[in-house]
């Protein structure tokens, strides 16, 4: 796992992932073949299951473990995050997730929206267990959720900061799932509110370094997987990009302008992306990154002193590590 630094942790957190990723299965199971095979289909193409990882982690901080309910949360924030990947796959016509054809480009897009809703009716009927708490920060997640793809979907307002958009979409999006899944585990280990908070806050400090540490890996990175220029080529903003378009300078200006060009073409491609990677603002975006993990680790002061704390300030370092 990730972070995991513990032997004694980390077999706890496995344990859990495994049951986690059988009752995924079980979870998005439905009354037909057709919507069964389509709610599964990302699930059984894998994933991290980072957002798990981080429930099953947080629980280990306090005293006593609620195995069922952590079984329970575990699920719901997976399959949150999963039916948002539907929707996600339709707003941006994609044709291959992890690895394989996208449920929209396998049915249609009908079809994957309406599993993608299925997803979320299924997680809210598995969090109704836990209580009217759970079921709020919930239903607030969700709500987030879907008001960062709107943000998205429409860019930002006349006269607004693209960079602030940019960074508020992301705390939705990404922010607010992660930091529900460091409460759902804080509150499965029975700790007290200023601890809540400090997870919440710690959460969405992940999601921004998760989130911005993507957008770089796009323009320097050639190991990763995903073919370097990805967003670059689609005209999607980036923390890199944005923060080189506030530039006034006359070389900064024209390197803009070539960013927001048709890069369609792979040889103009490179040429852009050997000229990103060789600007300053690959390191000032580096330090925006490190910022945000600065700020995350800060939140874990007020939390015990335990190896599940030591794991999650290492998942906010190896989300670093990832740019550095």
């Known amino acids: 796992m990730p972070g995991a630094q513990d032997p004694g942790l980390e077999a706890a957190v496995r344990r859990r992932l495994e049951a986690v990723e059988e009752g995924l299965l079980v979870a998005a199971q439905a009354n037909t073949a057709l919507v069964t095979e389509a709610a599964q289909h990302i699930i059984r193409s894998g994933g991290k299951r980072f957002r798990p990882m981080l429930v099953a982690t947080a629980a280990e901080l306090g005293d006593r473990v609620d195995e069922d309910a952590l079984l329970v949360a575990a699920q719901v924030v997976e399959l949150t995050h999963v039916a948002s990947l539907y929707h996600d ?32 009716a299924r997680a809210s009927d598995l969090i109704s267990a836990l209580g009217p708490r759970w079921v709020q920060l919930q ?8 008001q960062g793809q709107i943000a998205e979907t429409v860019g930002p307002e006349p006269g607004a900061d693209p960079l602030a958009h940019h960074l508020a979409v992301l705390a939705d999006k990404t922010g607010s799932l992660i930091a529900t899944s460091a409460v759902f585990g804080g509150l499965t280990a029975g700790l007290g509110e200023q601890q809540l908070d400090a997870l919440a806050a710690y959460g969405e400090e992940v999601g921004l370094v998760f989130q911005l540490s993507d957008d770089l890996i796009d323009i320097t990175s050639d190991v990763t997987g995903k073919e370097p220029g990805t967003d670059l080529r689609a005209g999607v903003p980036t923390l890199p990009t944005l923060m080189l378009a506030r530039s006034e300078r006359a070389e900064d200006v024209d390197l803009t302008q070539a960013v927001q060009s048709d890069l369609s073409d792979p040889a103009r491609l490179a040429e852009v992306l050997g ?43 190896q989300l670093v590590d990832r740019v550095s």
């Open 275 to 317: 000229r990103l990677r060789a600007h300053p603002v690959i390191e000032e975006a580096r330090e925006v990154i490190r910022a945000h993990a600065r700020t995350a680790l800060r939140h874990l002061d007020v939390l015990p002193d335990v190896p599940a704390r030591q794991a999650l300030a290492a998942v906010a370092t």
């Open 139 to 146: 239903a607030r997640t969700f709500a987030r959720l879907v």
């Open 89 to 120: 796959d339709v707003m941006d016509e994609a044709e291959i997730r992890r690895g394989a054809p996208s449920a929209n480009q396998r049915w249609q897009n009908s079809i994957a929206i309406l599993v993608g809703d299925y997803l979320f």
